[in-house]
C-alpha cells in the first residue's frame, strides 16, 4: 500500500490500485484505527465533484465506522476549507477525496491532522501499518455515527472575505473566475461577490464529469478570452479542489503562481512584515524568479516538488510565505495551508494596497525562457533512472551548463513523466527539449 502514497497523498484511476471499494474501506478502518487515539473521535470527510466521490466517501465513511470513529460529512468543499474547518472543529483529522487538477476518472485521498496540516510522515507510516493488519470491527456498541454538517460552505465564506483588508473594497471592479466545474463552483461567486466585484463565471456548473476539463487554473485559454473580451480588470482561475489559482491580467496575460509570489514576497517586504525571512519555492521555480527576488534582498530557497515539501521548507527555515509556479502558495500567516481563493485574495491586497495594477508590480521581474512538457509513461521512475537517460540529461546540463537548467522527474501524481528545460536562450530551450523527449520517447518504445 505504501507504493500509492504520492508527493501529495494517494492518487489513481478510479478502479484500480487503492481507488477500489474494498481497498477503501479497509483504508478508512485503518485511519480510523490510528486517529481515533487523537484527542479527538470525529473526522471529517470532504470532496470535490468528481462522479466517484460518492463511491469513494461510502466506502471510507464505511471503514472509520467499523473503527468506531464518528464522521462529519462536508460534502463538495474546497481542499484548504477542509483543513481550515478541521482545525476549527479541532477534529482527529480531515479527509479530502480529491485528486486536484486530474481528470474525473482519476481520484485522491488526502488526510490532515487536527491542526490543518498534512499528516507527518510517521502518521502515514502508522496506517498503512494496519493496512496490512486483519480487519476487525469494534462492538455494535461502538460503531461510529455519521452526520451531515450544515453551514459549512459560509463559514468557510466569512473566512475567505476576512483576508481582504477591512480598508479595500472590490467596488467597481470586474473579475472573471474560472472554477474548473471544481470544488470552489459554490463558494468563489461568493466570496468576491460579496466583497463588493461584478463577477462573471466560467466553469461553475458540475455534472461529475467536467471537472478540469479544459478549463481551470491547468487550461487558462478560456480565462483570458473571457477578460478581453469583457474587458475585465482581471481573471482567476481555480483547479480541481481549489487549492490553486491562476491569474490573468487586464490585458489577458497569464500571471502565474512565480509572478504571484514575487508578488507577496515584495508586497511583504514593502509592509516591512517580511524582515529578514525569505521565499521558499521547489526545483520547478524560475530562475528568473530567483534572480528578481535577490535583486530585491530577498532570500529564497527550494525546495523539492509539492505543497507537502514547501512547507517542510519553511517550517525549517521559519519562514512564512513559498509556492510553486501552478499557483499553490502557501501564506502561514494568513492560512493553515495552500489556498487558490485566499492567494488571489491576497495578490488584489497587494494591488489595491498600493494602488497598482498587477502588471505594474511586476516591472521588475522577467522569467527565462522555459518549457515544460508531461509524457504519459506506465513506469516513469525507471525510465529516469536508465542509464540511457542519465547519459542524456548529464549531455543535455553540459550544453547548458551556465545558461540554464535541465530538470526530469517521475511526476508523483500522474504515470507521466515531467521534463522542464529553461535557458536565457529560447532555442537551446527548444534544442534540448527535442533531445530529451526524443530520447524518453525511444526508452519507452524499447521497453514495451
Known amino acids: 500500500m505504501s507504493r500509492y502514497f504520492g508527493t501529495d497523498g494517494i492518487r489513481g484511476k478510479v478502479g484500480t490500485g487503492a481507488m477500489q471499494p474494498e481497498m477503501l474501506i479497509k483504508l478508512g478502518w485503518a485511519a480510523g484505527m490510528v486517529l481515533k487515539n487523537h484527542q479527538s473521535n470525529e473526522v471529517l470527510i470532504g470532496k470535490d465533484t468528481r462522479v466517484s466521490g460518492y463511491m469513494i466517501e461510502s466506502a471510507l465513511e464505511s471503514g472509520l465506522a467499523a473503527a468506531g470513529v464518528n464522521i462529519g460529512l462536508l460534502g463538495p468543499m474546497p481542499t484548504p476549507a477542509i483543513a481550515y474547518l478541521t482545525a476549527t472543529f479541532r477534529c482527529a483529522a480531515g479527509i479530502v477525496i ?176 517580511l524582515g529578514k525571512k525569505g521565499i521558499v519555492g521547489t526545483i520547478m521555480t524560475n530562475m528568473g524568479m530567483e534572480q528578481a527576488l535577490k535583486q530585491q534582498g530577498i532570500p529564497f530557497a527550494r525546495s523539492a516538488v509539492g505543497d507537502k515539501n514547501v512547507m517542510e521548507m519553511l517550517n525549517k527555515k521559519d519562514w512564512f510565505l513559498g509556492g510553486e509556479a501552478s499557483g499553490h502558495i502557501v501564506h502561514r500567516q494568513k492560512t493553515i495551508s495552500g489556498d487558490g481563493i485566499i492567494t488571489s485574495l491576497m495578490v488584489l491586497n497587494a494591488c489595491l494596497a498600493q494602488q497598482a495594477s498587477i502588471r505594474s508590480l511586476l516591472a521588475d521581474y522577467s522569467t527565462y525562457p522555459s518549457q515544460l512538457i508531461a509524457l504519459p509513461c506506465a513506469q516513469p521512475a525507471a525510465v529516469v533512472a536508465s542509464e540511457t537517460m542519465q547519459a542524456c540529461i548529464r549531455d543535455a546540463e553540459r550544453a547548458i551548463k551556465g545558461q540554464g537548467r535541465v530538470l526530469i522527474r517521475a511526476s508523483g501524481t500522474e504515470p507521466k513523466i515531467r521534463v522542464m528545460v529553461e535557458s536565457k536562450q529560447s532555442a537551446l530551450v527548444e534544442q534540448t527539449i527535442d533531445t530529451l523527449q526524443d530520447t524518453i520517447q525511444k526508452i519507452i518504445n524499447t521497453s514495451t
Open 98 to 273: 480529491s485528486a486536484s487538477h486530474n481528470p474525473y476518472y482519476d481520484n485522491g485521498i488526502k488526510f490532515f491532522g487536527r491542526d490543518g496540516e498534512k499528516l507527518s510522515a510517521d502518521l502515514e507510516a502508522e496506517i498503512l501499518h494496519y493496512v496490512d493488519q486483519p480487519l476487525t470491527m469494534v462492538s455494535a456498541d461502538m460503531i461510529g455515527k455519521a452526520r451531515r454538517i450544515s453551514g459549512a460552505p459560509d463559514r468557510y465564506i466569512e473566512f475567505c472575505k476576512s483576508k481582504l483588508l477591512p480598508e479595500l473594497s472590490l467596488k467597481d471592479m470586474t473579475i472573471v473566475i474560472d472554477c474548473a466545474n471544481g470544488a470552489t463552483y459554490h463558494i468563489a461567486e461568493a466570496v468576491f461577490r460579496e466583497l463588493g466585484a461584478h463577477t462573471i463565471m466560467l466553469s461553475n456548473k458540475p455534472n461529475g464529469f467536467n471537472i478540469n476539463a479544459e478549463c481551470g487554473s491547468t487550461y487558462p485559454m478560456n480565462l483570458q478570452k473571457a477578460v478581453r473580451e469583457h474587458n475585465a480588470d482581471m481573471g482567476i482561475a481555480y483547479d480541481g479542489d481549489g487549492d490553486r489559482a491562476i491569474m490573468v491580467d487586464n490585458h489577458g496575460e497569464i500571471i502565474d503562481g512565480d509572478a504571484m509570489l514575487y508578488i507577496l514576497a515584495t508586497h511583504a517586504k514593502r509592509e516591512k512584515i
